[in-house]
């Protein structure tokens, strides 16, 4: 099961779709005006339907404003579909978009081809708040915004973040993500996260914890 919200102004249209997708074993949050959306709890969406078209705000400028904080599928719903209008939506950070008037086999062939797309690339990725672990491409994320780490720094991460909330000693790093044969020692991984850090401080939070007398920790 998915967690989808939809936001539209149409109360009818908003109900149809709710309708129509918990069919398909989905959660559906529908909220019918923009001001209304608590932007802490975005994050825990699975996909994003939104109407172009709303009274304030207009999605256009509401996908803007959010890109940057969710990670998920992003689906206009719109009667707009002017070569420039699909150009804006795909600009600001759409995904895709289903035209009014719409089909409900469409809408739910959109929205799950979405979702599965989705699932399959969540399976190469770690995400953990705002920072997202590419494990396929070895690259890390906070955000929209690629964190260049060496590859020593993003072994430490990747090695953290799998194992987070769980407490390891430098010397367990040592071993866990170099070897044995490693020729790092103890203040190689200090400078490591050290220096991860410093590229990270302009984040909302660290997530490297320091435990004193025993370690580190990734505590997000």
């Known amino acids: 099961m998915s967690k989808i919200l939809a936001l539209d102004d149409d109360i009818q249209i908003l109900s149809i779709i709710k ?10 949050d ?21 109407d172009v078209m709303m009274p304030g705000t207009n999605g256009f400028s509401f996908c803007k404003e959010i890109r940057n904080i969710v990670d998920c599928p992003i689906l206009f719903i719109t009667a707009k579909a002017m070569d420039e209008d699909l150009t804006e939506g795909f600009a600001v950070g759409a995904d895709d978009y289903i035209k009014k ?12 081809a979405h979702i599965r797309r989705e ?7 770690i995400i953990s708040g705002n920072y997202i672990l590419d494990i396929s491409e070895k690259i890390f994320f906070y955000k929209n915004e ?12 990747e090695f953290l973040l799998k194992n987070k909330g769980q407490v390891f000693s430098l010397e367990q790093i040592i071993e ?45």
Do not use: M
Not at 19 to 27: F, G, P, Q, R
Not at 37 to 47: C, E, I, R, W
Not at 101 to 112: D, M
């Open 146 to 157: 690629q964190i260049k780490l060496t590859k020593s720094e993003y072994e430490i991460c």
């Open 176 to 220: 866990k993500v170099f070897g044995f044969n490693s020729e790092s020692d103890c203040s190689a991984i200090r400078e490591h996260i050290k220096n991860i850090r410093a590229k990270l401080k302009h984040c909302d939070k660290q997530p490297i914890e320091t435990v004193w007398g025993i370690g580190y920790k990734w505590n997000l």
């Open 101 to 112: 008037p719409f089909s409900l086999a469409e809408l739910r062939a959109r929205v799950n």
């Open 119 to 125: 699932k399959r690339e969540y399976h190469n990725r």
């Open 19 to 28: 309708k129509a997708l918990e069919n398909d074993k989905h959660s559906v």
């Open 30 to 50: 529908i909220l019918d005006n923009i001001e209304k959306v608590n932007k802490g709890n975005l994050s825990k969406y699975d996909l994003i339907l939104l």
